[in-house]
């Protein structure tokens, strides 16, 4: 496994291929197992991961066999191709790699177009019912664009990766939109104006019947979940957040045309079992400590916000980041809304240095944060503060760190 894993990371060094060629030559060879059975197909910025786990989970709960493809894995590699919540083995992995290694160097395949094909292959040998499939970037020219859906979704849209789809949310809306088919049915989250009307315009050019989502209602944050009013309905969720409401009254209207008419209780059932770690997950019970994963604005936003209306207080966070990718929106959403902000890094996990972090955060006018470069010593302070002053804490910004983190507090994965 450790050699084909491996060889699967050596892919990343070429890189991120926008274009739909090297995916199609590779499921040519594979024999095309993408037109094998029925599916989902989820894009937008926020919250594609958690609209696609709540589906799969309502889908589980009307008995069916249910493939999930979603990016990135928190741990390992397996996280992201699953059937009925089980992961994709690591026998599956090695074969399929053995087996369409020479195809793959010859096509130089990036590591996304050779799992999005490896993923398409293990939901076509396991006979699943339907597969739910989270595009990896974009739309358009997104890898898993060559499928041919029953229903696609569109999450929330905003500014992100704008060094590859575009500097203004109209160009990132059409990337996003590239994943309408013709005739086929669209279910999208309630968008900005310029999102709308570019959804609008491609529904119609495509006669695909356009449903957006109302408004829910009286959403109710707990430590356990979240509640809310949707379509005069009561319904739960375990994942907590503002936002969640909205990615489940997605869910509900997705399964709703994908199954017709479910019921409310089948719904809420399948919401209930909804599991997906690293999303507002509550790590810690003394202090309350909490980690999310979330690393555009509009996410850090959602995330710091449900934080403060479940405590009714600031919180104590643990900052770090990739790239200084969309640095002025983000430090702007995360600017004066902590009790005490930390910064921290590692290169070693592929995160910005905690030195540089905190340089940009000066950059931009912002001084008011205490920069502990060595993460683990970060994590140690952020959990002694808390705890001092009674406050929740909050880590986020990366999955980078995801093992450090459940190690750091015993969670098993």
Request: with cysteine; glycine share 6%; net charge positive.
């Amino acid at each position: 496994m450790h050699s084909q894993l491996q060889f699967l990371y050596s892919l990343r060094r070429f890189g991120i291929k926008t274009g739909l060629d090297h995916t199609i030559s590779l499921l040519n060879h594979v024999d095309n197992p993408h037109k094998n059975f029925p599916c989902i197909h989820v894009a937008g910025t926020n919250g594609k991961g958690s609209t696609c786990l709540m589906i799969s989970s309502i889908l589980k709960n009307m008995n069916l066999k249910v493939g999930t493809y979603t990016s990135p894995h928190l741990i390992k590699f397996n996280e992201r191709i699953r059937v009925n919540n089980i992961e994709i083995s690591d026998g599956y992995i090695c074969s399929f790699i053995e087996q369409n290694e020479q195809k793959i160097r010859r096509i130089k395949s990036t590591f996304f177009e050779t799992t999005t094909a490896m993923a398409f292959s293990y939901f076509s040998d396991q006979e699943v019912d339907v597969a739910v499939i989270e595009t990896g970037l974009g739309g358009r020219l997104d890898s898993t664009n060559v499928l041919y859906p029953q229903v696609t979704v569109l999450t929330s849209i905003s500014l992100d990766h704008t060094k590859i789809l575009g500097n203004s949310l109209e160009q990132i809306a059409i990337e996003k939109c590239g994943i309408i088919k013709k005739n086929i049915p669209l279910i999208s989250a309630i968008q900005k104006k310029k999102v709308k009307s570019i959804i609008k315009n491609k529904t119609n050019e495509l006669k695909a019947p356009y449903l957006e989502i109302e408004k829910p209602n009286q959403i109710t944050l707990t430590p356990q979940g979240t509640k809310f009013i949707y379509q005069n309905n009561h319904f739960e969720t375990p994942l907590v957040g503002h936002h969640q409401a909205y990615n489940a009254a997605l869910a509900f209207e997705t399964c709703n045309i994908f199954l017709n008419n479910l019921s409310v209780s089948q719904i809420n059932n399948g919401l209930k079992r909804t599991i997906w770690k690293g999303r507002f997950q509550k790590i810690c019970n003394d202090p309350f400590i909490y980690y999310d994963v979330a690393h555009n604005s509009e996410g850090i936003l959602s995330t710091i916000n449900s934080l403060k209306s479940i405590y009714k207080k600031k919180a104590i966070g643990l900052f770090v980041m990739k790239s200084d990718k969309e640095a002025n929106l983000i430090i702007k959403a995360i600017n004066e809304r902590f009790d005490k902000l930390l910064l921290s890094g590692s290169k070693e996990k592929g995160l910005m240095a905690g030195s540089e972090l905190a340089k940009l955060f000066e950059n931009h006018g912002c001084d008011n944060f205490l920069l502990i470069n060595n993460l683990e010593m970060a994590i140690d302070y952020l959990r002694q503060i808390s705890k001092a002053k009674n406050l929740p804490g909050l880590i986020f910004g990366s999955h980078y760190i995801s093992e450090t983190v459940f190690n750091k507090f015993g969670i098993l994965t």
